[in-house]
T-cell receptor
């Protein structure tokens, strides 16, 4: 069974630009969650999508948005990039409930210059 | 507010020695609890999870964790550490009715001396 895939793996952008990251969950998984990992703030929850609907949202500004498609693939978008958005963005997928294991992808490393 | 605390930022152990990584949680009700491991440049791999029932949970790679409600703790243990266990370890919690939102601790970096 293929794992969670994230594209691209590495990305360099400049301040003010926008970026879109993609996550393909494990086949059959309907929940996709996004996390930001930085040395200063650690791992922080961005949002979760389930059946194309945002089910949970973390404490991030509106510049961070996401969506989920009917095939459960998810994208997250960050507009008007700031230096502080440089981070590893991790995507996780699961069947549905917290009692089910979340499987993480390898992440997309974003560098904002 | 819900939180997970890992008091130890760095831990160094000798290969073959036992290991215990500490984790404390603060939730209104008993949360789901998890331990994940992250190797450099990699995503997170689940070691074990606790939902209910037996308070001693067995995981992969010889790890186990014990849930102690009275101490709000979920410490990770391994009887004999291997050099390949060097990595960063994260404890995480999720509310039972809160979807898949994981709250992570700050992580413990494990160094194994040969």
């Amino acid at each position: 069974k293929a794992g969670v895939t994230q594209t691209p793996r590495y990305l360099i952008k400049t301040r003010g630009q926008q970026v879109t990251l993609s996550c393909s969950p494990i086949s059959g998984h309907r929940s996709v969650s996004w996390y930001q990992q930085t040395p200063g703030q650690g791992l922080q929850f961005l949002f979760e999508y389930f059946s194309e609907t945002q089910r949970n949202k973390g404490n991030f500004p509106g510049r961070f948005s996401g969506r989920q498609f009917s095939n459960s693939r998810s994208e997250m978008n960050v507009s008007t990039l700031e230096l502080g958005d440089s981070a590893l963005y991790l995507c996780a997928s699961s069947l549905s409930q917290p009692s089910e294991t979340q499987y993480f992808g390898p992440g997309t490393r974003l560098l904002v210059l | 507010a819900q939180s997970v605390t890992q008091p130890d930022i760095h831990i160094t152990v000798s290969e073959g020695a036992s290991l215990e990584l500490r984790c404390n949680y603060s939730y209104g009700a008993t949360p789901y609890l998890f331990w994940y491991v992250q190797s450099p440049g990699q995503g997170l791999q689940l070691l074990l999870k606790y939902f209910s029932g037996d308070t001693l949970v067995q995981g992969i790679k010889g790890f186990e964790a014990e849930f102690k409600r009275s101490q709000s703790s979920f410490n990770l243990r391994k009887p004999s550490v291997h050099w390949s266990d060097a990595a960063e370890y994260f404890c995480a919690g999720a509310s039972t009715g809160g979807g898949n939102k994981l709250t992570f601790g700050t992580g413990t970096q494990l160094k194994v001396e040969l």
